[in-house]
């Protein structure tokens, strides 16, 4: 009979998300992934509360129910999710138009990466979307103080 080997599955949940292994980019292609399937979610929720409108139901009219607290907060999330997935998929169609890559060389040891040209669009991106985290913050802090 043929015997079953045991791989070591210590790190669980955490191996999966590599704890550290892996470089930023792979972390941000993750967010970038659940992002996507967030504002997919939020696009579907919509269409569904937009189409109940036929049958006479009104959600979003003033004092009803998507003008609670939790409902601003989950407004925010859905604008925070669409920036950072905004400017992360530029980030990408940059990348993958060779704008951040730069020219193919020879492979000469030590080898040199294209990290040093993709970071700083990173860098940008990043701080293109804490801009608009941050405007964004500032209207649920108003929204919630009314």
């Known amino acids: 009979m043929a015997e079953f080997t045991r791989f070591d599955n210590r790190l669980g949940i955490l191996g999966w998300l590599g704890k550290g292994k892996w470089g930023l980019e792979r972390y941000l292609y993750i967010l970038h992934r659940l992002t996507g399937l967030a504002i997919l979610f939020y696009f579907m929720m919509h269409i569904f509360v937009t189409s109940l409108r036929a049958y006479g139901i009104y959600l979003w009219t003033e004092g009803n129910f998507f003008h609670q607290p939790i409902f601003r907060i989950g407004e925010f999330l859905v604008f925070a999710a669409f920036a950072f997935h905004a400017f992360n998929g530029l980030r990408l169609v940059f990348v993958e138009l060779g704008f951040a890559v730069g020219k193919p060389i020879e492979p000469i040891f030590p ?36």
Request: charged share 15%.
């Open 111 to 146: 080898y040199e990466t294209c990290i040093s040209k993709q970071r700083p669009l990173l860098v940008v991106m990043m701080l293109l979307s804490a801009v608009l985290f941050a405007m964004g913050g500032y209207e649920l802090i108003m929204a919630l103080g009314r």
